[in-house]
């Protein structure tokens, strides 16, 4: 297939093509997806999450040019089609491509976070599959750290990195308990701005109280003022070193057997979710259901069965689809 063989090659309007067609949930895209799957598993995935505001678009943006200086190429999945970028190709519905300027070694794709049933984790993870096939080195993964989304994070990367900033300093406390554990590098941001050590001080409290073992790693803080680029060197080398930890000790290898686990699940859930509502809506039948649970004529569970039933009348159907 044409398209596969593109992206293969680092052809940038054909990974737009099929990251379009992956968020529209075309039937096609998916195929194709399934084709360039076997050409992924190179590229080291970092997530960075944190408070609204903290300056992880502005980071992103020094740490591409800090891994540009390694030779490495780099790809970035921002989940906020607001982030600002510069330095890479948008892969969005239109590809800007500033001819002279445009670095190639560096794809950026912004997604909304509309309408997204499986949350935040299967369109990032078809996104990164493909800027993987496309041979980056490095993807680097933004998402705004509210609520869910950041414990999230851990569950597309390899490694995780919290942002922070002074002005997060409060927020630190509020920050899902799970981010804070998961994290394996803290980044405090802005370090121009005073404050930062109050930051690192809530930062290495929270630090103190999880167990390590001997052998485990222990994570680092890294101080950084991304506007002037500050630290961004020092924090690749961080990833990097991280990334060493991971191969040396087996944990990659954990942690892609652990995500792979949820993609499996993640896609068995919304498959089988969508056909029975896409199927039992087309029937009539869905209304019927929930008004019989609401009014206690049926209980949630026998109601389920129900479609579980008529799911299996379907079953020659679907493994054919
Ligand atoms: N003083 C100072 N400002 C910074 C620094 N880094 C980023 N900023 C500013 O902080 C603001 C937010 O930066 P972004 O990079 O958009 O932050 P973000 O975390 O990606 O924001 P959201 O994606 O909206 O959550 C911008 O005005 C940046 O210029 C820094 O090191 N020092
Ligand atoms: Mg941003």
């Given at each position: 297939?044409?398209?596969?063989?593109?992206?293969?090659?680092g052809?940038v309007?054909?990974?737009?093509?099929?990251?379009?067609?992956?968020e529209?949930?075309?039937?096609?895209a998916l195929?194709?997806l399934g084709?360039v799957?076997p050409?992924t598993?190179?590229?080291?995935?970092?997530g960075?999450?944190?408070p609204?505001?903290v300056?992880?678009s502005t980071l992103?943006?020094?740490?591409?040019?800090?891994?540009r200086?390694?030779?490495?190429?780099?790809g970035?999945v921002?989940v906020d089609?607001?982030s600002p970028?510069?330095g890479?190709?948008?892969?969005?519905d239109?590809v800007?491509?500033?001819e002279?300027?445009?670095?190639q070694g560096?794809?950026?794709r912004s997604?909304?976070?509309?309408?997204w049933?499986?949350?935040?984790?299967?369109?990032?993870?078809?996104?990164i599959?493909i800027m993987?096939a496309m041979?980056k080195?490095?993807i680097l993964?933004?998402?705004?750290?509210?609520?869910q989304s950041?414990?999230?994070?851990t569950k597309?990367?390899?490694?995780?990195?919290?942002?922070?900033?002074?002005?997060?300093g409060?927020?630190v406390?509020?920050?899902?308990?799970?981010?804070l554990e998961?994290?394996?590098?803290?980044?405090v941001?802005k370090?121009?701005k005073?404050?930062?050590?109050?930051?690192?001080?809530r930062?290495?409290f929270?630090l103190?109280m999880?167990?390590?073992?001997p052998?485990?790693?222990?994570?680092?803080?890294?101080?950084?003022e991304?506007?002037?680029?500050?630290?961004?060197d020092?924090l690749?080398?961080?990833?990097?070193?991280?990334?060493?930890?991971?191969?040396?000790s087996?944990?990659l290898?954990?942690r892609?057997?652990?995500r792979a686990r949820?993609?499996?699940?993640?896609?068995?859930e919304s498959?089988?979710?969508?056909?029975?509502?896409q199927?039992?809506v087309?029937?009539g039948?869905l209304e019927?259901?929930v008004?019989?649970?609401?009014?206690?004529?049926?209980?949630?569970?026998?109601?389920?069965m129900k479609?579980i039933?008529w799911?299996g009348?379907h079953f020659k159907?679907?493994?054919?689809h």
């Amino acid at each position: 297939m044409e398209i596969v063989e593109k992206i293969l090659e680092g052809n940038v309007l054909a990974a737009a093509v099929l990251m379009r067609g992956i968020e529209d949930e075309r039937p096609d895209a998916l195929v194709e997806l399934g084709m360039v799957y076997p050409h992924t598993g190179r590229a080291y995935v970092i997530g960075l999450t944190g408070p609204p505001g903290v300056g992880k678009s502005t980071l992103i943006d020094s740490l591409i040019g800090a891994f540009r200086k390694k030779g490495m190429t780099v790809g970035v999945v921002a989940v906020d089609p607001t982030s600002p970028f510069t330095g890479g190709a948008v892969l969005g519905d239109r590809v800007r491509m500033q001819e002279h300027t445009m670095d190639q070694g560096v794809f950026i794709r912004s997604m909304a976070t509309r309408g997204w049933r499986g949350g935040l984790s299967k369109a990032t993870i078809s996104m990164i599959h493909i800027m993987d096939a496309m041979g980056k080195d490095v993807i680097l993964v933004e998402t705004v750290g509210t609520g869910q989304s950041e414990v999230e994070i851990t569950k597309v990367s390899d490694t995780s990195v919290l942002v922070l900033s002074p002005d997060s300093g409060d927020q630190v406390q509020v920050i899902k308990a799970g981010i804070l554990e998961a994290a394996d590098v803290f980044v405090v941001n802005k370090a121009d701005k005073g404050g930062a050590e109050y930051v690192i001080s809530r930062v290495e409290f929270m630090l103190g109280m999880r167990t390590f073992h001997p052998n485990d790693w222990k994570p680092g803080i890294v101080l950084t003022e991304a506007i002037s680029k500050k630290g961004a060197d020092e924090l690749a080398d961080v990833l990097l070193k991280h990334k060493e930890y991971l191969d040396v000790s087996g944990e990659l290898e954990k942690r892609r057997k652990i995500r792979a686990r949820e993609e499996l699940l993640k896609n068995v859930e919304s498959f089988v979710r969508d056909y029975c509502y896409q199927g039992f809506v087309a029937e009539g039948h869905l209304e019927e259901l929930v008004d019989g649970i609401a009014q206690r004529k049926i209980d949630p569970h026998s109601a389920a069965m129900k479609i579980i039933d008529w799911l299996g009348g379907h079953f020659k159907q679907i493994s054919a689809h």
